[in-house]
């Protein structure tokens, strides 16, 4: 059984930081595409940073670019998306996503797990 259990949000002034967490049990971080994706209040939910097994490959989506930061732990299989600088807009239920292939897509509808999210709130 995969589960993936998410960690690190809360509430975070503007122009803070925050480090969230993915903990994976039944799944290698490592062997898997590894995904982070937000939903904002009202809207869909979408993609924000991916990891795939060959190559280590990262992607970033345009809202993602420079501020966001995905990583990885092979000793603990976990997964981590380091958000920098976050402004209102950041504000948003963050998901960890894997796939069951080591390559990734940008399609919510390929990833197979979704952990249940951690709220961040950005306040101004």
């Known amino acids: 059984q995969v589960t993936l259990v998410e960690s690190g949000g809360g509430s975070v002034q503007a122009g803070g930081s925050v480090r969230l967490s993915c903990a994976a049990a039944?799944?290698?971080?490592?062997?898997?595409?590894m995904a982070w994706f937000r939903q904002p209040p009202g809207k869909e939910r979408e993609g924000l940073a991916s990891?795939?097994?060959?190559?280590?490959?990262?992607y970033y989506s345009a809202a993602a670019r420079g501020r966001f930061a995905i990583s990885r732990d092979v000793a603990n299989n976990t997964l981590y998306l380091q958000i920098d600088a976050m402004g209102p807009e950041a504000t948003a239920m963050y998901y960890c996503?894997?796939?069951?292939?080591?390559?990734?897509?940008?399609?919510?509808?390929?990833?197979?797990?979704w952990g249940r999210g951690t709220q961040v709130t950005v306040s101004s």
């Open positions: 996503a894997a796939a069951t292939s080591p390559y990734c897509s940008r399609d919510r509808e390929y990833y197979n797990y």
């Open positions: 039944g799944i290698t971080v490592s062997s898997s595409c």
């Open positions: 990891m795939s097994r060959p190559g280590n490959k990262v």
